[in-house]
């Protein structure tokens, strides 16, 4: 169970956005291009701003926010006629940009060490990766947890909250992120077994 088993009903709530979207004459290519774009500026303000720590208060706005318009982009392409090849290239790469993007800035805030940070992205970027070989493999795509994308954007929206609300961060956060890099590795191993299976 991860928090994608919640997106139907999401979903549903953003419903009435989609079709005025689309009445607008937006696309659900500019709605991903446009959720990829915003998360590279924001993962920017928080690599170079980070040392001002209210300024990751800008994460957990802008996470919800970009679920909402990965829902909408979806919703778009399968109920609206704007389904295309290019839009799963652009839909599954601009995830994997997105959250390398707004995960990185952790990198640069005690005690979270580098390394740690990017072993995370690397098998959040793994995880991805073995999700959409499920239909290479004769499966279906792979959402499989305990670390999937919206996993990772409640936890990592939560800890930019925390450090934004200016709260203590003690040294022991320090294993917040091998937990999570663990977690990944598991999704990873998840995903690829029920694929097999």
């Known amino acids: 169970m991860t928090l994608y088993d919640l997106k139907p009903r999401f979903q549903a709530l953003l419903r009435p956005y989609a079709e005025r979207l689309a009445k607008a004459g937006v696309t659900a290519n500019q709605v991903t291009l446009a959720a990829a774009a915003g998360s590279l500026l924001v993962g920017l ?28 982009d979806g919703m778009l392409a399968r109920e609206f ?16 940009v997105s959250d390398a993007a707004l995960t990185l800035p952790f990198a640069f805030v005690r005690p979270f060490g580098p390394s740690s940070v990017i072993l995370v992205i690397f098998l959040a970027v793994l995880s991805e990766y073995a999700g959409v070989m499920g239909p290479l493999a004769g499966a279906e795509r792979r959402y499989d947890g305990p670390l999937g994308k919206s996993d990772r954007a409640l936890i990592f929206g939560g800890l930019g909250l ?17 937990l999570l890099a663990i977690l990944a590795a598991i999704t990873v191993w998840n995903r690829v077994r029920q694929g097999l299976a």
């Open 45 to 72: 303000v928080l690599s170079e701003l980070g040392w001002l720590r209210p300024v990751f208060l800008l994460l957990p706005v802008w996470l919800f926010l970009r679920m909402a318009l990965n829902a909408i």
């Open 81 to 96: 006629g704007h389904k295309s090849r290019l839009g799963a290239y652009l839909n599954e790469l601009g995830d994997v």
């Open 162 to 178: 925390w450090i934004g609300l200016l709260l203590p961060m003690p040294g022991w956060f320090f294993w917040l992120m091998p």
